[in-house]
T-cell receptor, first 114, second 116 residues
Framework: AQSVTQLDSQVPVFEEAPVELRCNYS??????LFWYVQYPNQGLQLLLK??????LVESINGFEAEFNKSQTSFHLRKPSVHISDTAEYFC????????????FGTGTRLTVIP | GAVVSQHPSWVICKSGTSVKIECRSL??????MFWYRQFPKQSLMLMAT?????????EQGVEKDKFLINHASLTLSTLTVTSAHPEDSSFYIC????????????FGEGSRLTVL
């Protein structure tokens, strides 16, 4: 069975400060890893994903995440946050084979304080 | 990028009535779609996997007679909440897998259902 753990339910951070949102997973088979962002009353938007290759993946708006196989982690980071980054962030994993359903963490609410 | 559209984005209905939510893949064919439910300030919970041309696969604890899923074409899946009650009020989100893109799921905008 798979599980995804996001230890921090809420993360307040001041504007232009760095942030890290933690994600750990457990799986007995190889997985793909994702970070999705959800703005209020909207669906999910893919932020970035790790499928294979370089363990460091980046998004177009300055976020990055690093796949650490030994620690089974996929933490999300940004060196300087903006007000517009305030949202709910979900870490998710899927099996590399099969239906590719996503298993989600419980989410982290990032609040950027002016 | 791949686009998945849901309709309606919000709906209010009376208790006892049925509500249908549509999920469409606009620029790709999706043999598999997924329906999720999200309670306020909580994560997404998979309700069922919708397979084109066959019966949906429901997760444990999800009433298949309550939440009817139909996936009649490669671009459309529908979720019908039958005899809705206030406890069915929630945010319902669909997603679809683009066979041409490894692993990634594309999500609809979500549909907020409020049952009075």
């Amino acid at each position: 069975a798979q599980s995804v753990t996001q230890l921090d339910s809420q993360v307040p951070v001041f504007e232009e400060a760095p942030v890290e949102l933690r994600c750990n997973y457990s799986s007995s088979v190889s997985v793909y890893l994702f970070w999705y962002v959800q703005y209020p009353n909207q669906g999910l938007q893919l932020l970035l994903k790790y499928l294979s290759g370089s363990t460091l993946v980046e998004s177009i708006n300055g976020f990055e995440a690093e796949f650490n196989k030994s620690q089974t982690s996929f933490h999300l980071r940004k060196p300087s946050v903006h007000i517009s980054d305030t949202a709910e962030y979900f870490c998710a994993v899927s099996y590399q084979t099969g239906a590719n359903n996503l298993f989600f963490g419980t989410g982290t609410r990032l609040t950027v304080i002016p | 990028g791949a686009v998945v559209s849901q309709h309606p984005s919000w709906v209010i209905c009376k208790s006892g009535t049925s509500v249908k939510i549509e999920c469409r893949s606009l620029d790709f064919q999706a043999t598999t779609m997924f329906w999720y439910r999200q309670f306020p300030k909580q994560s997404l919970m998979l309700m069922a996997t919708s397979n084109e041309g066959s019966k949906a696969t429901y997760e444990q604890g999800v009433e298949k007679d309550k939440f009817l899923i139909n996936h009649a074409s490669l671009t459309l899946s529908t979720l019908t909440v039958t005899s809705a009650h206030p406890e069915d009020s929630s945010f319902y989100i669909c997603s679809a897998r683009d066979p041409g893109r490894t692993g990634e799921l594309f999500f609809g905008e979500g549909s907020r259902l409020t049952v009075l």
